[in-house]
């Protein structure tokens, strides 16, 4: 603590303990006892101007020590020795673990054929149970990895600005820099980022439902001034006092006692599914395998030895069943893919990273998976599409349009006086240096452009703003599409008006300042200022002049705002004062601004890439019919035969009607948030997968009913935010498209490593069952298995699951709600390739011979050090298992290059693969590890040393694998087996959940057919945290997949390319 804080801790007449005492309560007379809210205010030396320079030169530090700060606890994160020991309690792994050391107890009995080399047999349980370490070891770094992954976007989400004042002066500041005593500015649509008490409000409610589950909106005025922290802001605005910071607030507090492990996605639950499956089905080999080894140990060991040939039964060969049990506990290793949900963590975790580079912020898992499948875009315009850097450049002022900004002495000085007045106090942007220390306009885009006209005509907007006292406010909103403010022009705002605007009006009483879209504000106009500033009556043609204006500003992409003022008489009630209705009428007309809002230059490519993707991009804009369509065609979104609608015409349709304009419908103008919901709806009714953007409060019953939510992360809303599933960091289009690539990337990378890991437990399988009923045991080891399941689940979902997206995935259509997870193409991969390996392993079972071969000694007549123990007479017998292992270990890795690719037009195997480093790495890994396990390996893997031409005939044979992948990219799948195949193994279409998984492997995904009842559960559901959709109505019985909308530009490749020959 600095000296002066030291010196003045006391200045604090309120504590932590006192300031949870009132939260607690909530009560005004506690309140009322500490003098009120200026008397809290007061006591923690704080005002309505915000923080003292005291406290911003200190840094704020004595309020955190003494207060604390804004952060809140997070999950204690797991260390990597309880991740360690977490991989022990699999069931499988502790019976194998048992069965190893009973092996390794067991070696130690002497055997009656024990030869002079010595009894090594303990070296497989010892080599078991060092296999399974490291199993456990590297799976506890991926788990230990992928938690410090989550933590830091868990810590990026979190990260958000507020507005407070400080030192007089509006300002924003990290959400964790918050410090009791501080004076938030709070707007609707934003969250509460501490608990407080309200300084001043204006039709203030509160939307507690994070915290109650109450839906109904609370009123917020001196009668409730409690705010709590997490909660909304459901209309109007006003500031508060921040009492309670992090874990003393009321969120704080709820979040201590929910702290919980994250969820696994759909995508995960559901491929553990499959992986339960496959292990089902290897406990059955497994089972069976130990049931033929068993009746063959009894045929030699009884009917044989004891029986027929009148021997004595030797107690010692009882542990030939421990090698069984071993054995098959490790085929169930094997064969239980849990590699497949790792592939989707990794896969998931790895993409969230890059995806954050591509300014997609992730907030739910299963958003990166449904993107992929996304096959209609509902996008805003402006910030979106548009820069979002908006300037006036034309307007109607005066009675006639300027192509260009009037300076200010072109225009008579009542309308600039006007202008620049209704423009400082109807509005909450404010100035504030940037990093550079440049000063710009922080809020609301096009009151920025308003200030900065002002500015630009010589306007303080300070100055007018403090002297003016705001009665009430009439928010804007996407029904209303304007806003106005009701202020007392007391004679010091004349003054400060004044001083630059000798000409401005002055007038005893209440002034109404309103702004908003042209149609709707013109509509309540009955007079303007004339060519001399001067009030006069709103004629016909004065009218038309002003509409002409419109169409003219409107058909050259600008965004049109009339700008309006009515004096209202005094000795109005507060209750009429607080009327839109009442007051909203009879306005005098300003004048009209053009704002240009340029279009993002990566966007028109953006768009066209979508598209060819066979995504239908469509805009959804409140802004007027002409400017949503001109920048539509700008940025290639509205094409010839496109159809653009506005929100009313689509509030009219039927569903019916609503169906037959959808193929082609591209705009939405003037629409409002139902409007955007009812569309959102009925697309999903249709089948098709939805990407959504939004950033008003009101969006968020569409950004939840849609199968991905994106929120704006500059201009959105926190309640967007809060129902979105990825943040758009930059607000830009292209970030969309990015995340669809993203999208793509990861279900292309669980179908490669789904395809590579069912093709090695076919024949893993098979092998270890079919050497058990003809050779009596299986000719991979139980070591060489763990080896084999490390391959193919940790590492290769480590190269497989990691590579990042490419050209390629935009130039097929989406892969849609109902496709399955393993396609037709795959199938004939997995078969080909097992095929092909079974093949090459049973003649090597069938011909190679065992024992000691003639002429196959390859010890040195020199002596070597540790010869005996790794080279031993007795691993002789190992050479044809072992030219089996290193031949089946290598199919694998050339089969890895194979699985990069599914598709038979993704020839080129090797293509991009420098992009992919840990997959290269894995590669190379895996050579060493296996080339140091056969040399080195002796009896603990049960290998043999190899000479290097045998090395040259395994690794020649399994590279065999690659040429095999060429040609079966090229035998087409006949059309009926392909459809059959599709068919079988399709997902049923049942009801909708938000996510496109159930396509993945099982179930379908619908959505509400009634726009009018959604509406009303999507907004009650938006509180809802969960990833599955709340909805669940049967879908319509139209298949939009079958018949998708109208892309233009789209590829007419299909998800699966048709092969040649088809």
Not at 487 to 501: K, L, N, P
Not at 527 to 543: F, K, N
Request: aromatic share 8%.
């Amino acid at each position: 603590m600095s000296t002066e804080a030291s010196r003045d801790s006391s200045r604090f007449q309120l504590d932590v303990a006192a300031l949870d005492r009132l939260s607690n309560s909530r009560r005004t007379k506690d309140v009322a006892e500490l003098g009120g809210v200026q008397g809290i205010m007061e006591k923690l030396c704080t005002s309505t101007d915000g923080l003292s320079q005291i406290d911003i030169d200190d840094g704020c530090s004595e309020r955190y020590q003494l207060f604390g700060r804004n952060v809140y606890p997070q999950p204690k994160s797991k260390s990597f020795i309880r991740l360690w020991l977490e991989c022990l309690k699999d069931p499988i792994l502790i019976i194998l673990i048992i069965s190893a050391v009973i092996s390794f107890v067991l070696s130690f009995i002497p055997k009656e054929d024990e030869g002079s080399e010595g009894n090594w047999d303990w070296i497989e349980g010892v080599a078991i149970l060092a296999a399974i370490v490291i199993v456990c070891t590297v799976t506890a770094f991926n788990d230990w990895s992928k938690e410090r992954q989550f933590r830091k976007l868990n810590a990026a989400k979190e990260d958000r600005m507020v507005t407070v004042i400080r030192t007089g002066l509006q300002q924003t500041v990290n959400i964790h820099d918050l410090a009791v005593g501080d004076v938030v500015d709070i707007q609707q649509g934003d969250q509460v980022p501490a608990d407080g008490i309200l300084i001043a409000a204006i039709n203030l409610e509160l939307d507690e439902s994070a915290l109650t589950g109450e839906s109904v909106t609370v009123t917020k005025d001196a009668n409730s001034p409690f705010m709590l922290c997490g909660c909304t802001i459901a209309t109007g605005n006003g500031t508060m006092v921040v009492t309670n910071v992090g874990i003393h607030s009321e969120w704080g507090k709820t979040l201590a006692s929910l702290v919980k492990e994250p969820e696994p996605t759909p995508l995960q639950n559901k491929l553990d599914s499959l992986a339960k499956l496959i292990g089902y089905f290897g406990a059955g080999t497994a089972l069976f395998t130990v049931l033929v080894l068993g009746i063959r140990w009894a045929y030699k060991e009884i009917v044989k030895k004891v029986i027929v040939d009148g021997g004595s039964f030797a107690l010692s060969s009882l542990t030939a069943w421990i090698d069984f049990i071993i054995l098959a506990v490790t085929i169930v290793v094997v064969a239980v893919p849990e590699g497949l949900p790792l592939a989707v963590t990794i896969s998931l975790a790895y993409s969230m990273k890059r995806m954050m580079k591509d300014n997609n912020l992730v907030r739910h898992l299963n958003a990166c998976e449904t993107m992929g499948g996304a096959t209609n875009i509902c996008s805003d315009k402006t910030g979106t599409l548009t820069q979002n850097k908006m300037t006036v450049t034309q307007g109607w002022f005066a009675g006639r349009l300027f192509d260009r900004v009037p300076a200010r002495d072109e225009l008579p000085a009542s309308i600039v006086a006007h202008i620049g007045v209704g423009s400082a106090v109807n509005s909450n942007a404010f100035l504030q240096a940037n990093e550079a220390g440049q000063m710009e306009f922080i809020g609301s885009k096009t009151e920025c452009a308003l200030l900065q006209l002002s500015r630009n005509w010589g306007l303080d907007y300070v100055p007018v703003r403090k002297a003016t006292s705001e009665i009430t406010e009439y928010d804007f909103n996407s029904d209303r599409k304007r806003m106005s403010k009701v202020v007392d022009m007391t004679q010091s705002s004349y003054e400060e008006a004044a001083r630059d605007f000798p000409d401005f009006t002055a007038h005893a009483g209440p002034r109404i300042f309103c702004k908003g879209a042209s149609e709707m504000v013109l509509s309540l106009c009955t007079s303007y200022l004339d060519e001399q500033g001067q009030v006069a009556p709103m004629t016909e043609e004065v009218r038309k002049s002003i509409d002409e204006a419109i169409i003219t500003l409107a058909s050259n992409g600008l965004r049109t705002i009339i700008l309006a003022y009515r004096d209202i008489e005094p000795g109005q009630t507060p209750e009429q004062l607080n009327d839109s209705d009442l007051n909203e009428k009879e306005l005098t007309c300003v004048g009209l601004t053009g704002i240009m809002d340029p279009l993002r230059e990566e966007v028109p490519e953006s768009v066209r890439r979508c598209q060819m993707a066979g995504i239908m991009v469509r805009m959804v804009t409140g802004d007027n019919i002409l400017t949503a369509k001109s920048i539509a065609r700008s940025c290639n979104i509205l094409t010839e035969t496109g159809t653009a609608i506005t929100g009313p015409e689509l509030r009219r349709m039927t569903d019916a009607e609503l169906d037959a304009v959808i193929p082609t419908l591209q705009v939405v103008a003037r629409s409002t948030p139902t409007d955007k919901l009812k569309l959102v709806t009925r697309l999903r009714a249709l089948g098709e997968v939805v990407a959504v953007t939004g950033d008003g409060a009101n969006d968020a019953p569409a950004l939840k009913e849609a199968d991905v939510g994106l929120a704006m992360g500059i201009s959105g809303t926190e309640v967007a935010k809060e129902a979105s599933d990825i943040i758009l960091l930059d607000d830009n289009f292209h970030s969309v498209e990015m995340a669809i690539l993203w999208g793509r990337a990861v279900y292309d990378n669980i179908r490669k490593f789904l395809q590579f890991q069912l093709t090695v437990n076919v024949v893993a399988l098979v092998v270890a069952f079919t050497g058990a009923l003809f050779l009596g045991e299986s000719p991979l080891g139980a070591v060489q298995l763990l080896w084999v399941n490390l391959i193919m689940d940790t590492l290769a979902a480590l190269a497989l699951a990691t590579e990042g997206p490419h050209e390629g995935l935009l130039k097929r259509k989406p892969y849609g709600r109902y496709e399955s997870l393993i396609s037709p193409d795959m199938w004939k991969n997995i078969a080909f390739q097992s095929v092909f390996q079974l093949v090459v392993l049973f003649v090597f079972m069938a011909i190679l011979p065992d024992g000691n071969w003639a002429n196959s000694s390859y010890l040195t007549d020199l002596p070597v050090l540790g010869s005996d123990f790794f080279y031993g007479g007795g691993t002789i017998a190992y050479r044809k298992d072992t030219i089996i292992f290193n031949t089946f270990v290598f199919s694998q890795l050339f089969n890895e290059l194979n699985a990069r690719k599914i598709t038979w037009m993704d020839w080129n195997i090797l293509q991009n693969i420098h992009k992919s480093p840990m997959f290269i790495i894995v590669m190379v890994l895996t050579v060493v590890l296996q080339v140091l396990i056969v040399t080195f390996g002796s009896y603990a893997v049960r290998v043999h040393l190899l000479e290097p031409q045998e090395w040259l005939y395994t690794i020649a044979i399994a590279f065999l694998s690659i040429p095999i992948g060429f040609v079966q990219h090229l035998v087409p799948i006949p059309p009926p087996l392909a459809r059959f195949i599709e068919r079988l193994t399709a997902p049923r279409r049942k009801k909708a959940k938000k996510g496109v998984v159930e396509a993945f492997s099982g179930s379908d995904s619908s959505s509400s057919s009634s726009s009018s009842s959604s509406a009303s559960s999507s907004a009650s559901s938006s509180d809802n945290e969960g990833d599955d959709h709340p909805h669940g109505v049967e879908t319509n019985e139209v298949d939009y997949m079958a018949s998708p909308s109208v892309v233009p530009g789209a590829c007419d490749d299909p998800a699966r390319p048709t092969a040649p020959g088809e």
